[in-house]
């Protein structure tokens, strides 16, 4: 049987419950994550995600903004769709 989630009164009074994608397992997760080789796999994070967040702030002028939120929202999109198709030709090998 799951444990239910803890439950909170906010400032105002109302309810509000937490609920985990987890279900109750965030030991085992923890776990996993200190084993050697994950700590391996998200030591190359900084290589290739963060990189890319990197790039996208410094080549792609994402860094600070004067747009509103939905044309910066447009704008990321676009930018993202743009890396994305430059590296699909490295991924297919030609």
């Keep these: 049987m799951p444990i239910p989630p803890p ?3 906010e400032p105002g009074g109302c309810e509000v ?3 985990s994608y987890l279900g109750g ?3 085992e997760v923890e776990h996993l994550r200190h084993t050697e080789v ?8 900084k290589e290739t995600i963060e990189r890319v967040f990197a790039d996208l702030k410094e080549k792609h002028g994402l860094r600070w903004t004067t747009l509103s939120r939905q044309k910066m929202t447009m704008k990321v999109i676009f930018v993202f769709s743009c890396m994305n198709l430059k590296k699909w030709p490295i991924g297919y090998g030609s």
């Design 38 to 45: 994950n700590k391996r796999l998200y030591a190359r994070r």
């Design 25 to 27: 397992l965030q030991d």
């Design 17 to 19: 419950s937490q609920l």
């Design 7 to 9: 439950v909170y009164v």
